[in-house]
T-cell receptor, first 115, second 112 residues
Framework: DTEVTQTPKHLVMGMTNKKSLKCEQH?????MYWYKQKAKKPPELMFV???????INESVPSRFSPECPNSSLLNLHLHALQPEDSALYLC??????????????FGPGTRLTVL | GQQVMQIPQYQHVQEGEDFTTYCNSS?????IQWYKQRPGGHPVFLIQ?????EVKKQKRLTFQFGEAKKNSSLHITATQTTDVGTYFC????????????FGAGTILRVKS
């Protein structure tokens, strides 16, 4: 299984809602990532988990809260978002082998709209 | 901070014509990766280059890594409609082994 799955595919939420995005991989990858991508822009890194521990937080606002319950799952909890947070949210995973940068496998993404 | 510049931003070609996108880093890269994102899709890994001056081919795609490991290119020979999408280069941020910095991407459109 060389797939990263993400749910939901689409999400519409109001600014007062709380929702969660989910990501799952069964490739044994110990690095997992959340990216935000706006239209016609490159993916922008938000968080990195290495061995289920948060290793990089790119100064993301606290209304985004990541969680890595185990080595296969990654969640992104959303609360009190703003309309400018509307974007495609991509999850990715990769092997962790010392300092070598490995290819990242991306999920299909969650298209988020904040009203 | 570390930046990866990519040009051109857009390229429209006639089917059968060649296409090239270029990446230039502000710092020496230990390696560089290339990804393709189809319209409405997600980035898909194409290749990783590690050695200075490295050239790798995948069918009609040729990838090069510069001698100084600060630039890279992707060349597609005789484009097809299936080549449509956005091509991103990405390099590691030296301080963080698993952090990629992406170039802005080149959007390729192919007219048949």
């Amino acid at each position: 299984d060389t797939e990263v799955t993400q749910t939901p595919k689409h999400l519409v939420m109001g600014m007062t809602n709380k929702k969660s995005l989910k990501c799952e991989q069964h490739m044994g990858h110990r690095a997992m990532y959340w990216y935000k991508q706006k239209a016609k822009k490159p993916p922008e890194l938000m968080f990195v988990y290495s061995y289920e521990k948060l290793s990089i937080n790119e100064s993301v606002p606290s209304r985004f809260s990541p969680e890595c319950p185990n080595s296969s799952l990654l969640n992104l909890h959303l609360h009190a978002l703003q309309p400018e947070d509307s974007a495609l949210y991509l999850c990715a995973s990769s092997l962790l082998t010392g300092t070598t940068l490995n290819e990242q496998f991306f999920g299909p993404g969650t298209r988020l709209t904040v009203l | 901070g570390q930046q990866v510049m990519q040009i051109p931003q857009y390229q429209h070609v006639q089917e059968g014509e060649d296409f090239t996108t270029y990446c230039n880093s502000s710092t020496t890269l230990s390696n560089i990766q290339w990804y393709k994102q189809r319209p409405g899709g997600h980035p898909v890994f194409l290749i990783q280059l590690v050695k200075s001056g490295e050239v790798k081919k995948q069918k009609r795609l040729t990838f090069q890594f510069g001698e100084a490991k600060k630039n890279s290119s992707l060349h597609i020979t005789a484009t097809q409609t299936t080549d449509v999408g956005t091509y991103f280069c990405a390099g590691p941020v030296t301080k963080y082994g698993n952090k990629l910095v992406f170039g802005a991407g080149t959007i390729l459109r192919v007219k048949s």
